[in-house]
């Protein structure tokens, strides 16, 4: 089918599905669904049966590469597609002693990553006082994930390329599409020229040049119901217009997979692709990309410390199977020697070239 004539995201949302007491703001519920229909009635094999099909029941860790840490869903966009559930309406965030043990399990880790990421997590009062002293652990990759609007939201955030710089962190930001039209559908008006805005004053701190060593990634994610083109191709695309049309420099583009969680379930729903797009990742099913799950090498820590395999099982409430399942109880060994929680949103992760928040898997 053509991309133009497949369902898209309608819009931002106003507000979260937690705000508006949705009933598929409580995961059980969502859980629920992704169990139901066609995969209780044997018309689609369920994730744990197509794997141990692929002989890869149960899912195990790897090494530890990846810490992930969520400092909250606040933020100050709702976009259509989030598997957050974030907005402005969410109070969840991480306080300063959930941080200060991170910061203890930061000082542990074998991990060579730290990724923060939210909500926006420069909404969070303590996020420069956190990335200050996460920045001494000397960890080799200390990754923001940062939306780009937040830098333009207010006058506090104007000056975070400069912090971010002072720090050497590494921003990845989410940018869906290189048209005003696509990225202004999921996101909400405005947020195209804004996100420009905050690239353009990235790039003159340095970010994105490559001989400055400040690395700034965009994170590319479907309008709609279907999953991503060419990560390769993508990015070559996405360089050309930002360059041609703005001078934005940046270096690498993440193709990212929308899975079928939270406010991109309920879109789902909502425009009838619910079994259409879970056809579409089961026949999809890629048996080397389970090799390569962002949950074999990541671990995720929820803005309460609680522990989960990866972000997506976090905003589906799974936490780690035994313990320690918080962050106050922290030992990567243990934690290693586990299985992973699986459900059919995992198909997401494994369809076609496979997906994780560093892109593409295989
Ligand atoms: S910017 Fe990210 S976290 Fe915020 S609403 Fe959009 S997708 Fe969710
Ligand atoms: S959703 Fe999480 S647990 Fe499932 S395959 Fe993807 S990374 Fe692993």
Redo the contacts with the bound molecule.
Sequence with gaps: MEESIMPQIRGAAKKSLHAKHDALADTQRQLELLSGGMFADGELPTFKARIAQAGKFP?RPKKLEILQINLGYMCNQVCGHCHVDAGPDRREIMDRHTMELCLGAIGRTGAHTLDLTGGAPEMNPDFRWFVEEAAQAGIQDFIVRSNLTIILANKKYHDLPDFFKKHRVHVVSSMPHYTRGKTDKQRGDGVFDKSIKALKMLNAVGYGDPESGLRLDLVHNPSGAFLPGDQAALEHDFKKALWEDFNIVFNHLFSITN?PISRFLDYLLASDNYEEYMVALVDAFNPAAVEQ????N?LSVGWDGTLY??D??QMLGLKVSGKPSHIRDYDEAVLQDRD????Q??Y???AGAGS?CQGTVT
């Design positions: 899912l899975l799950v962002m949950c074999t990541t395999d990866c997506f099982n992973i929680v699986i459900s949103h995992c997401g992760c494994t994780s």
